[in-house]
């Protein structure tokens, strides 16, 4: 009975354990939700001036002599005759893409404020998906057009090119790395919010799943001890009266039934 008592209070402990890991997820996805509402702030704040300052690097005309032309297609033209024809499409893809950029960003602004504002789980998930693809989408445009510069810049066409306006054109390349890598950064913390947040979210779907059943094991664990504390007390002979023992008639371990004189 003793050992069946202990037995029950362990298993009961086991169980009462086993229950509090969901509360303990929930608790981790709420910091968790909190941490990437931080990031998408700071997201939001510091890529604010990159997307403004990359629409002047790429739409503007001030670089080449010829101003019917903006700085993207002077800069594509001029390192595609040099290296061919693989960077023809790259003036009307980032055309495209920044329109694009743009309204994500919007999108996503308005997104996030509503999560900020008491927002539910859902909305946090939201604001972080779509503060990503925003994200996501700049820093590809930061590349595509840091890459056209980077061979811009090259010794094959500088030897062969002289620009008119080359610090201008410098400081468009060096801006466009350190924008790049920023944007870049975002995007790396971003992303492993979200991959933390859907493992403990799935952790909690799998815990949610037996809460159920795990509830039942916790009231078995409970009538399991208190069956176990009166069966243990049912091992004890109380006689009606006091007085000192004078003989025993039995032994430990021998069974007994009514009547028997111990």
């Known amino acids: 009975a003793e050992r069946s008592l202990e037995n029950s209070k362990f298993d009961l402990e086991k169980a009462q354990k086993s229950s509090s890991s969901i509360q303990n997820l929930e608790s981790q996805i709420q910091e968790g939700g909190e941490k990437g509402l931080k990031e998408v702030a700071q ?3 510091d890529l604010f001036t990159i997307l403004n ?4 690097i790429l739409f503007e005309k001030d670089v080449s002599s010829d101003t019917s032309i903006n700085n993207i297609q002077y800069y594509s033209d ?6 061919g024809k693989q960077f023809a499409s790259v003036p009307q893809d980032l055309s495209n893409a920044y329109p694009e950029v743009k309204r994500l960003y919007e999108s ?3 997104s996030y404020q509503k999560a900020l504002h008491g927002g539910s789980d859902k909305d946090i998930e939201n604001a972080l998906q779509d503060a990503y693809k925003f ?3 700049l820093t590809n445009i ?5 890459d056209v510069i980077e061979l811009f810049n090259s010794s094959s066409v500088l030897d062969n090119w002289k620009p008119s306006k080359p610090t201008l054109i410098g400081q468009h390349l060096t801006n466009l790395r350190n924008y790049y890598n920023t944007a870049n950064t975002h995007l790396t913390a971003l992303l492993a919010i979200i991959n933390n947040l859907d493992s403990l979210k799935n952790s909690l779907s799998v815990q949610s799943i037996n809460n159920q059943s795990l509830q039942l094991t916790v009231q078995q664990r409970e009538d399991a001890l208190a069956a ?3 069966n243990l007390s049912d091992y004890y002979v109380y006689a009606p009266f006091s007085g000192i023992v004078a003989n025993f008639d039995t032994k430990v371990g021998e069974s007994l039934s009514n009547g028997t004189v111990v």
């Open 53 to 56: 300052s990359v629409d002047d």
């Open 78 to 83: 001029v390192v595609g005759s040099f290296y």
């Open 108 to 110: 996503g602004f308005l």
């Open 135 to 137: 994200t996501e989408k």
């Open 43 to 45: 997201t939001y704040t």
């Open 142 to 146: 930061t590349k595509s057009a840091r």
């Open 228 to 230: 176990a504390k009166r």
